[in-house]
């Protein structure tokens, strides 16, 4: 999923000497060539994730299952309409994976909606071990897809001048890929819900562009 670049205007001057004023400077990504720090370079693997709603973004908590309590493993902050493009990316992604290796993949029945009862966020959060150096999470306004036969790789980026870089890097299991879908789908229609009951229309998302099937980071 490639970065949606800033307006295409011509950079605005530096201010003149005596004048007085703020310096303000437009800049365009032509395409993602992006960083990634040696801190985040190995990873998080993730068995499942949870997505939630703010006003103003989405928070995806990518969840280890493998020991109790359940832990937050990484916790990455996404604007709406880099939301929007994910669920498009990913979908692609999808269909190219089951043609690819003819392998359909489905939602793990473990993990599907309506498996159980409906949990509230606060019950939910309860039964999960969240560190405080996850608390506040990773940002990021891009995200680059890759997978193999048996995983997803999910590069979360930052798209800021001068250099874009890898804020989170997540793995998947296949398997466990189709229900982040299914939840991101999920929470974006309601988010979309909540500003046509208040009155406004939703944001408009940008363009999606054709995700890679590959890394090219």
Known sequence: MADHGFPDNPPAGPPSPGEEGPYCEEIQH???????????????????????????????DFLLRMSQPQQVAARVVLPPGVVFQFIAALSDNLKNYESKYSMPLLPNPA????????????????????QDDVLSGNYANAVMIGHTPSEFCFDFITTFYPRSAVSCRIFMAAPSVPRLLESL???????????????????????APQPPDEPQV
Not at 112 to 129: C, D, H, I, R, W
Not at 185 to 196: A, D, G, N, P, V
């Open 111 to 130: 993990t599907a909606g309506g498996a159980g009862p409906p949990v509230s966020a606060q019950e939910l959060y309860e039964q999960l071990k969240l």
């Open 30 to 60: 032509a395409q993602i060539s992006a960083v990634v720090p040696e801190r985040v370079a190995r990873g998080v693997f993730s068995t499942g994730a949870v997505v939630v709603q703010g006003p103003h973004e989405f928070i995806l």
């Open 185 to 207: 789908k999920h929470s974006f229609e309601k988010f979309q819900q909540k500003f046509t009951q208040q009155g406004h229309q939703p944001p408009a998302p940008p363009p």
